[in-house]
């Protein structure tokens, strides 16, 4: 089992419907990320989290650390919103800023 | 501030060459880490280095290795190529304070194929 497992793998949406991307995981983390990538591979980090709810525009991050898992929420999804979401956790033991990555969400979606 | 830089961003090699990778991170971040992403495998950590130490290393073969400089500047390299090298290494950069968590700002990668 990955140490980070993300649900679905896969999203289509129509324009304007509210997206929910869930992330899951076993470890003791010190912090999570939830990232985007476009086609082309560029990465972009949307948040950092280590507790709580962050909002940024219609993108909304939130983490249970007791329950090990996360959510990326997008309200009122456009097509430039169609790129991959990553998941990807900073172990605890981990000193430095080694990031342990889940699969990935492909979300497209459309007009 | 310039974003993270990396060079080249394509590379085409040929089984058993070499290759170096270069990474110039955010002006004053002193952390860069470097991952490996193929589409069986996904994002992979292979190593970050502070202050001209690696600080920690992923699970990969020693033909993967790298360095960093005093300004910050990073290279990796691969050696001895293999096939299942092809991927687009990523390079981030952090601004380490005393306490984590660190936030990470990603070069646009180098897209490596050995053919």
């Known amino acids: 089992k990955n140490e980070v497992e993300q649900s679905p793998q896969n999203l289509t949406a129509q324009e304007g419907e509210f997206i929910t991307i869930n992330c899951s995981y076993s470890?003791?983390?010190?912090?999570l990320h939830w990232l985007q990538q476009h086609p082309g591979g560029g990465i972009v980090s949307l948040f950092m989290?280590?507790?709580g709810k962050k909002k940024h525009g219609r993108l909304i991050a939130t983490i249970n650390i007791q329950e090990k898992h996360s959510s990326l929420h997008i309200t009122a999804s456009h097509p430039r919103d169609s790129a991959v979401y990553i998941c990807?956790?900073?172990?605890?033991?981990?000193?430095?800023?080694?990031?342990?990555f889940g699969e990935g969400t492909q979300l497209t979606v459309n007009p | 501030k310039a974003g993270v830089t990396q060079t080249p961003r394509y590379l085409i090699k040929t089984r058993g060459q070499q290759v170096t990778l270069s990474c110039s991170p955010i002006?004053?971040?002193?952390?860069v880490s470097w991952y490996q992403q193929t589409p069986g495998q996904g994002l992979q950590f292979l190593f970050e280095?502070?202050?001209?130490?690696?600080?920690n290393k992923g699970n990969f073969p020693g033909r993967f290795s790298g360095r960093q400089f005093s300004n910050s500047r990073s290279e990796m390299n691969v050696s001895t190529l293999e096939l299942g090298d092809s991927a687009l290494y990523l390079c981030?950069?952090?601004?380490?304070?005393?306490?984590?968590?660190?936030?990470?700002?990603f070069g646009p990668g180098t897209r490596l194929t050995v053919t």
């Open positions: 002006s004053g971040h002193r952390s």
């Open positions: 470890v003791g983390i010190s912090a």
């Open positions: 990807a956790v900073r172990n605890e033991e981990t000193s430095g800023s080694r990031l342990t």
């Open positions: 989290l280590s507790s």
């Open positions: 981030a950069s952090s601004s380490i304070r005393d306490r984590g968590p660190y936030e990470q700002y």
């Open positions: 280095y502070f202050s001209e130490t690696q600080r």
